[in-house]
Every structure is written in structure tokens, then in C-alpha cells.
């Protein structure tokens, strides 16, 4: 198994593996390394994780081999985008949740109806 | 292709003996026509156009076709997981240019990225897996998911509503429509839109009145042999940080239907009257300003005498727009 090492990679490694590296990544997600405050936004940990994948991506369709996008790949590139669901809405639920203590400003957006899904 | 049609049509959408006279009409030339007459012109007419298309066209265009082929791969069997693979190596290769080996977006409006497509695709995906509406099939065994349609709204010969007064040939309304399915057991028109802005009650009400939801109304309401409800605008708020999701219904009464196919009739022959006057009125308060601000406006600020050189200098031609032409 990979270590974090690696998932913090460059890819100049000679034999890097790429979902053994995401999967680092989205460990990261899960629980946080010392030193990491859970409640930033792991948006950032997250973007690194997508643009990795979306720069091995680039470069396989670059080199003309779309093969190279394994269902595999796909499969966690999808994982990658839920754990990001997941905290927009923890953030969504928490930011409704938390009283007003000033009035709202004019181009403000409200946030109180965000995660309503009507239908 | 879905067509829920069976209307006997010549391929292209004008007038055999008028010439410039557009017969069959989708949304998008009858609201550039509405918009101002000389754009109409310049866009639907004449093909012209910056080249590239927009990253907020090529985002709806691609979220679309990857939302629509998770609905036919779920209606050959495919488990949801598989079909949501399937729709994100769809907006992958989708959003590729395989010719200059670069993402089609651009990155210039930064909500509507390679990035921020394929997570709104799956998160609709996921957040819809148990969709209440319930895309209905079509007699041809498809989902009724990009279903073209086109018909006629002359109820006769010596009914010049909708004829040309030239020719008497028909003007006839199509266009594409994104799904149809059932909600509360009744029938509804699906409208994918992709918007940056919040989904509030400010959003919807762009929709009333609205020219592309009254024809869809419209479509629905003579294409389909069971009533039809209305359009449901099925909305993605596409953020950088994250994307929203959410439905509204959008309602048209018999009063109104009636009220907007006069309209219809009205703006018809005034195309009509463009065509054999073969002269397009500018619509100056049509031009926009800021981001709002219309291509063509440094066309028509210029002198008449070079209007045609900068046309060519600064956009491209492309074939002449055709809303019949199948997708």
C-alpha cells in the first residue's frame, strides 16, 4: 500500500500509481493527517485530488489513448466528486443552520433555501 | 433520434419561393427574431458567429447529453453505477479537442470548468437516482429523453394565422425537447437549464413570460396525445465550490396559450415582412450593455459602407441554422 508520501506525488516517479495515490488522497479526506484543521475547507485537499486526475486524464487522451481511462479511473474520479458532495452539504446544512446576527446585504446570496430540492 | 412526429417536411427550414422567408421555427431563431430583427439576420440568416462556442454553451450542451445517456443506459438495464461511469467518460471525451489535444473550456468563466461539469453531472446523477419524475417511454421502445418534434399550427388551408401571405405555404413550430415524463400521474415537458445564479424565486420568474417554455407548452400540448401539464425547468446553480439543484414548475393557462400563439401569428408576418422588404430593422434597446452586450453592436455602430468587411473580418460563417436538422 502506498503511503501519504505518494499521494502528494509529482509524478515523476517511474512506476507512480495513480489510484493508489487517490486513494491516499481520499483517506486524507476521510481523516485528516495531524496538522490538517478538519473544518478547512477540504475543498483544497479535494482540488488536489481532482486535478490530479483530471492532469492524468489530459495526458492520456493527450498521447491519443482514451483506453487509458479505465472504468477503474472513472469509477474514482465519481468517488472523488461524492467526497466533495459530502462536506458542500455538511457546509450547506451548517451555514443554514447558523443565525443571523446581521441583516443580509442587498446582493447577498440567501442561503436559507439552498439545499431545498423542490421536486 | 426521437421524433414524436410523423409530419411529412422538406429538410430545410425556409420558403421555396420566398426567398429568406423562415417557415419552420424552434425557440432559439423565433427568439432572436423577437430579440431584434437585424441580429435575426446576422445569426439565424446569415450563420455569422465568433467561431468557438461559448464554455456556457458547450457546459449545457455536454451536462445534457451526459444526463441523456444515463437514461437510455438505465432503460437498457444498466445499474446506476455503471451509468453514472458511463455519463463522466461521456463528459471527458465530450469536452476534449481531439484536434488541438486541449479541454474544449476554456476556464474563462470559471463556474463552468472541465472540473466543475463532470461534479454537477454527477451530483445531479446521484441526487436524481430515485428521480419522482419518471421519464416515459416512446412507442419506438426509447426513453422520451432529446425528443424532436415539429407541427403545424394551420388548421386549414384559408387559415392565414400561420401561412405565409406571399405564398401560402405553412409555418410550422419545432424544436428539441429534453424529456418528458410523468410526475403526481401527470404529464410534464423537462427543461434542463445551468445557470450561475441562485435558484430563488427572482431565478424562476425570468420564465414568466418566457418564449422558449410557452412554445415547449405549446409542443407539448399538440404533440403529445395526453394532456399536458406544463414544463418543469429542472435548474443547476453551478458554483466554483460546489453545484445546487432544484425543480419548478412552470404553468401556462389555456388564456395565455392562446394569448402567445396570437403573438406568434403577429411576429410571423412580420418576419414575413422582413423577408420581402428584405430590410431588418435594428432594435437599438436590444443591444445590451456590459456582459449583456450584443456581438453585433460594433457591427451596426459602424458606417453602412463597411458594415459587410468587418462581418467578415471579425466573425466566421457557418451554415445557415437549420431547426430541423436532427441531433
Known sequence: ?119 | MNDITNFDLPTSPMSAKVPNLQLAWDSTSLGELKRCAQRYKYVVLDGWTTGEPSDDLLFGIIFHSATELYEKLKQQGADHEKAVIEATRHVILSSWDFENNRPFLTGEEPTKTRETLLRTTIWYLDQFRNDPIKTITLENGQPAVEVSFRFSLSEDEDDTRFRSLASGEEFILCGHLDKIGIWNETLWIVDKKTTKYQLDDYYFQQYYPDNQMSLYDIAGAVVLDQPVAGVIVDAAQVLVGGSRFKRRPIHRTEQERDDWLADLSTWLHMAEMYAVTNRWPKNEKGCGFGKMTCMFRGICSSDPRIRQEKLENEFVKRPRWNPLEPR
Open chain 1, 1 to 119: 500500500m502506498p503511503t501519504d508520501d505518494n499521494t502528494n506525488g509529482n509524478g515523476s516517479h517511474g512506476s507512480f500509481n495513480l489510484l493508489a495515490a487517490l486513494r491516499g488522497s481520499l483517506r486524507v479526506i476521510e481523516n485528516p493527517a495531524p496538522g490538517v484543521d478538519p473544518d478547512s475547507p477540504l475543498s483544497e485537499a479535494t482540488a488536489d485530488s481532482v486535478n490530479f486526475l483530471l492532469s492524468e486524464i489530459n495526458d492520456a487522451l493527450a498521447e491519443g489513448m482514451p483506453e487509458k481511462i479505465t472504468d477503474e479511473k472513472l469509477a474514482l474520479a465519481v468517488d472523488i466528486f461524492r467526497a466533495q458532495a459530502l462536506r458542500w452539504v455538511t457546509e450547506e446544512a451548517d451555514k443554514a443552520n447558523k443565525p443571523r446576527t446581521t441583516r443580509r446585504k442587498k446582493n447577498e446570496p440567501d442561503l436559507s433555501l439552498a439545499v431545498d430540492i423542490e421536486l
